[in-house]
C-alpha cells in the first residue's frame, strides 16, 4: 500500500507505562492517507499474520482511519473503517473518545 501511512501511533498501557507483561495488548492506531478499499484488506491481513509469526504474544489492537473520518462526529449509521483485534480484521464505525481525544 504504497504512500498510503500517514501516521502510525501508540496509545494504551503500552506508552502509559502500565503495560502488563503477558497480559496487555498493544493499542495503536494507523491514520491513512485515504480510506483503504476493499482491495487492501487482504493486504493488512497478511501483515498482521507476518508480524504475529514473528513476535506472537503481545496481541496487536488497533484500527486504520484517515484524519478526516477521525474528525468526524461519529455515529452507528456513519462510514466503517477496518480495524485489527484478536488475530481478525473487522469493521466499525466507533472509536474510543479518549483515543479519539488524545489523537
Known sequence: ????LEGL???GSIVLDTYIYGSSDIDFAVITNSRLTEKEIP???DIHE????????PE???FFTTWED????RDDNDVSFPYYNGGKIGFSTQINPVTKWLL
Open 1 to 4: 500500500m504504497p504512500n498510503q
Open 9 to 11: 501511533y501508540l496509545h
Open 43 to 45: 493486504k493488512l491481513i
Open 50 to 57: 507476518i508480524i504475529a509469526g514473528k513476535f506472537g504474544k
Open 60 to 62: 496487536m489492537d488497533g
Open 70 to 73: 477521525l474528525c468526524k462526529e
